[in-house]
């Protein structure tokens, strides 16, 4: 059974704000800047994960929420917008590493609660797992490597 809309609304509502409040209060311990003056920055990150929650659910592309999220944020941040400079100002406040402590949180309280289904499917998830992460790790080494030396750093 699917939500209705408002019900839908206000159900990402209710779950962006308990982000809203988490990643407030990382960034306080973070960075030190307060609520308050971190507080327009969040509205409006909520105000575009809202939005673009309800342009996932209704417009009949086939693009995640996220999608429609950056292309919100970055048309308000384009150079030519007339609200780029309070934009950029207001969010500029949030900490990016502030939004990853609830992102992080909720990833691993999903995947706590898929540990059935993760039996299932048995040992070769992990052997895939390894070589994903190894392979990511030594290509991300060998691509810095390469722009580093390229560059003369090191």
């Known amino acids: 059974m699917s ?17 809203a409040f988490l990643t407030l209060t990382a960034n306080f311990i973070a960075t030190g800047t307060g609520f308050v003056a971190a507080l327009p920055g969040m509205a409006l990150i909520v105000l575009i994960g809202l939005v673009a929650l309800l342009m996932g659910r209704l417009i009949p ?21 007339p609200v780029q400079a309070p934009f950029l100002a207001a969010v500029g406040e949030v900490d990016f590493l502030a939004t990853t402590t609830p992102i992080l949180a909720y990833a691993g309280l999903s995947i706590g609660l898929q540990t059935g289904k993760m039996k299932e499917v048995s040992w070769k998830l992990v052997l895939v797992a ?17 722009v580093l030396s390229a560059q003369g750093i090191i």
């Open 61 to 81: 592309l086939d693009l995640p929420a996220f999608a429609y999220a950056m292309i919100l944020a970055f048309a308000l941040a384009l150079p030519f917008s």
């Open 130 to 146: 390894v070589f994903v992460f190894f392979g990511t790790f030594f290509g991300s080494a060998l691509i810095s490597q390469a």
């Open 3 to 19: 939500m209705s809309t408002p019900e839908f609304s206000v159900e990402s509502l209710k779950m962006l704000l308990v982000v």
